[in-house]
């Protein structure tokens, strides 16, 4: 089974259009199949030291129809992380599956809310027996960034996928090669502009490399 790569835009279009579509369009020709943005309140921005920059980049209903339209236009599946459950009552009209990050895996309203959807749910976390079959676990180190010596490579193969957080490109080759279904890559523009996520994350350049190599082990 060829492993499936998700772009994670995430907070790292910073609220510039321009920015998600070179993104959406660039993931979408090196191979993957889907991007994700993540969906935040003022709860959660309000007292985040890079509040600007996280309140533009949340997807929102005043967004949601731009982010949609360039998806499409660019022929790729888009899908988000909700952060509370009030996000799913508009997400849903548009997504075919949802993410719970790491830090929200016992966030039980929001993860009830999702679960109502009946639509596929990805869920970030050390511990591939913590959920039941409706979920698809992704293994997880939640540092930012993680060092290569933290992935316990081993445990990988009981989990669904991975989740990348290590800028060595051979934490998610390594992944694909121990046999994840699924890897999730934080993506950047750049590396020149101080993105939230950026040192997570992989510019175009060596999102192709990672993509050529996983491609090259099916």
């Known amino acids: 089974m060829e492993t499936e790569i998700i772009a994670e835009i995430g907070v790292n279009w910073d609220g510039n259009f321009d920015y998600a579509e070179f993104l959406i369009r660039n993931c979408k020709e090196f191979g993957c199949s889907a991007v994700k943005f993540q969906a935040f309140n003022k ?7 890079q509040f600007p920059n996280l309140k533009n980049t949340t997807i929102t209903e005043n967004n949601i129809q731009e982010i949609d339209w360039l998806c499409k236009a660019n022929k790729i599946e888009w899908f988000c992380t909700p952060t509370y459950p009030e996000a799913v009552d508009w997400l849903d009209l548009y997504v075919h599956r949802y993410k719970i990050r790491y830090k929200d895996q016992d966030n039980e309203k929001l993860i009830d809310r999702v679960i109502e959807t009946g639509k596929p749910i990805l869920i970030s976390t050390q511990d591939p027996d913590a959920f039941n079959s409706r979920f698809k ?8 960034p993680t060092q290569y010596s933290e992935i316990d490579f081993e445990a990988i193969p009981k989990f669904y996928g991975y989740s990348n957080h290590c800028k060595d490109k051979l934490a998610p080759i390594r992944a694909a090669k121990l046999g994840a279904k699924l890897i999730e890559i934080h993506v950047t523009p750049n590396h020149l502009q101080n993105f939230i996520d950026e040192p997570v994350s992989y510019d ?3 999102l192709e490399d990672v993509i050529q190599c996983i491609k090259a082990l099916s």
């Open 43 to 49: 709860d959660h921005w309000k007292n985040y030291p």
């Open 137 to 144: 676990t992704l293994y997880c180190i939640p540092n930012y």
């Open 204 to 206: 175009m350049s060596n």
